[in-house]
């Protein structure tokens, strides 16, 4: 399987062939991570449109799901779990909240203060939606060996965590 070539060989061959001054090196990494980027949001979409959820609203019902036994959180740890503007959050959760998906409450360590909880309901497509992912994920790695599959997942950590900074 080593010896196989995608796209992203033939399309740095050319390249290397036009310019051989030039260290391709990144490209070959960089172009493989850009497709599957695409096949991944493909999987995930079809994950998230069998639960009829959309991939915004995942990223909100996510984030409560993954808070604890109460599924709750304040729309300021949401803006920081799912890095959109304070608009863009607000108008996510009043239409989340008109789904059924979330329910809206005072917060009472806070008099001024909000607080946003998963319903049955949106705990029911959260799940369903989690389950279906992994499993379109699982596929998108299955020509890979678990080893392999750790090995790659800390090589892109230790990528990510130079821009990310977690480090």
Do not use: C, Y
């Not at 639960?51 to 409560?64: C, F, G, M, Q, Y």
């Amino acid at each position: 399987m080593a010896n196989e070539q995608d796209e992203v060989d033939r399309i740095v061959g050319a390249w290397r062939a036009e310019r051989p001054d030039l260290d391709f090196s990144p490209m070959e990494v960089l172009s493989r991570v850009d497709r599957l980027s695409h096949h991944l949001d493909r999987a995930r979409r079809e994950a998230f449109r069998r639960t009829d959820i959309e991939p915004w609203e995942w990223d909100v019902l996510s984030a409560l799901r993954r808070s604890g036994d109460l599924f709750r959180l304040s729309p300021k740890q949401l803006l920081q779990q799912t890095l959109v503007s304070s608009g863009t959050m607000t108008n996510r959760i009043d239409r989340l909240l008109e789904r059924g998906l979330v329910e809206r409450s005072a917060d009472p360590a806070d008099r001024r203060g909000v607080l946003v909880t998963l319903t049955d309901e949106g705990r029911t497509r959260v799940d369903a939606a989690i389950t279906r992912l992994i499993d379109a994920e699982a596929d998108l790695l299955g020509s890979m060996s678990r080893t392999d599959q750790r090995r790659l997942g800390g090589l892109l950590r230790q990528l990510l965590v130079s821009f990310d900074g977690n480090g």
